[in-house]
C-alpha cells in the first residue's frame, strides 16, 4: 500500500496552530478517552494525515504531528504520548537521532518505526536505538492498528517480513565504527587515497579497510559493497542524495532505489 497517496486517507483533519500544532496537543486523556495517544512524525504531510484518519476511526487519538527529526523531539517532549510513529528518513537529524533524544526527554514512549527502510542494519540500529516496534510502509492499514495497540500494550511489534531480514544475516561480523566511516565515504565515490586523505589515515590503511569491507559484506568489489550497504541500511540513502552528482553518476542509483 502506498500510505502517500491512499486516497481513503484523505479525510479533513483538525484545523493546526500556525507552529503545526494540533488543537487536542497536550489535553491529556480526560473522560472516556481510553485509547493511546500517538505522535506521527513524517515529512510528507499526506502520510501524517492519512495515519491519523486511521487512528481516529479506531478510536485512537492524532496527539501531535511533527515533519522533522527536530519536531518530532519537541512534541514528543511537550505532550508525553503513548506512541510515537516516525519515518527513519526524516529531515535534519534524522529518525536515529530522534529515537536516541526520546530515551531522554521522554522515556516512557513507545516508538515505533515506521518506514520504507527494510535493510537488516537499519532494523537493527533502530532497535537498539530504542524502537518498540518496527513496521515497513508496504504494511496494510491493520498492521498498523496492530503494532500501535501491541505497544500501547507494552509488547513490542517486529512482523515477519523484518523479522526475517534480521535473520537473514544474523551472525555475520558487524563493521567497526571506523569502517562505517570508510564504507560511507565509498558510496560517495571517494577513492582510496581520497578516503585516506578524509579520514587522516594513509591510503595503505584505507585499501586494508576497503578489502575488510569486501570481506564482511561478502561481497567481491566496490560496487557490491556499495550497493550492499544501501540496501541493508548501512548507510542511509539520504548520503547518496546529499553527495549527488557523484554517487549518483557511477550507476549505483540505476540498480538500487529506495522504496519510497
Known amino acids: 500500500m502506498n500510505w502517500g497517496a491512499h486516497?481513503?486517507?484523505?479525510?479533513?483533519?483538525?484545523?493546526?496552530?500556525?507552529?503545526?500544532?494540533?488543537?487536542?496537543?497536550?489535553?491529556?486523556?480526560?473522560?472516556?478517552?481510553?485509547?493511546?495517544?500517538v505522535v506521527v512524525a513524517d515529512e510528507q504531510a499526506v502520510v501524517r494525515i492519512g495515519l491519523g484518519a486511521l487512528?481516529?476511526?479506531?478510536g485512537m487519538e492524532l496527539a501531535g504531528e511533527?515533519?522533522?527529526a527536530e519536531q518530532a523531539?519537541?512534541?514528543?517532549r511537550r505532550i508525553r504520548p503513548d506512541v510515537v510513529m516516525l519515518d527513519l528518513q526524516l529531515p535534519e537529524r534524522g529518525g536515529f537521532w530522534a529515537l536516541a533524544q526520546f530515551r531522554a526527554v521522554a522515556p516512557s514512549v513507545r516508538p515505533l518505526v515506521f518506514t520504507a527502510s527494510d535493510g537488516d542494519e537499519a532494523i537493527r540500529q533502530a532497535l537498539e536505538a530504542g524502537a518498540r516496534g518496527y513496521l515497513l510502509k508496504?504494511?496494510?492499514?491493520e498492521a498498523v492498528l496492530d503494532a500501535v495497540r501491541a505497544l500501547q500494550s507494552g509488547l513490542r511489534f517486529l512482523p515477519q517480513p523484518v523479522a526475517a531480514r534480521m535473520a537473514e544475516h544474523?551472525?555475520?561480523?558487524?563493521?567497526?565504527?571506523?569502517?562505517?566511516d570508510v564504507v560511507a565515504l565509498m558510496v560517495a565515490g571517494l577513492t582510496n587515497r581520497e578516503i585516506g586523505?578524509?579520514?587522516h589515515i594513509t591510503e595503505g590503511t584505507a585499501k586494508l579497510h576497503v578489502s575488510r569491507i569486501l570481506g564482511k559484506l561478502c561481497v567481491r568489489d566496490r560496487t557490491a559493497a556499495v550497493t550492499a550497504a544501501l540496501r541493508r541500511g548501512i548507510v542511509p540513502w539520504s548520503c547518496v542524495e546529499r553527495s549527488a552528482p557523484d554517487a549518483m553518476s557511477n550507476g549505483i542509483a540505476q540498480h538500487i532505489s529506495p522504496a519510497r
Do not use: I, K
Open 7 to 37: 486516497p481513503s486517507f484523505l479525510t479533513a483533519t483538525p484545523q493546526r496552530h500556525r507552529d503545526g500544532r494540533l488543537p487536542t496537543e497536550g489535553a491529556g486523556r480526560g473522560p472516556g478517552r481510553g485509547g493511546p495517544r
Open 55 to 58: 487512528l481516529a476511526s479506531q
Open 66 to 68: 511533527a515533519g522533522t
Open 73 to 76: 523531539v519537541e512534541v514528543v
Open 138 to 141: 508496504t504494511a496494510g492499514p
Open 170 to 180: 544474523l551472525g555475520r561480523p558487524q563493521l567497526s565504527p571506523r569502517e562505517h
Open 197 to 199: 586523505a578524509r579520514l
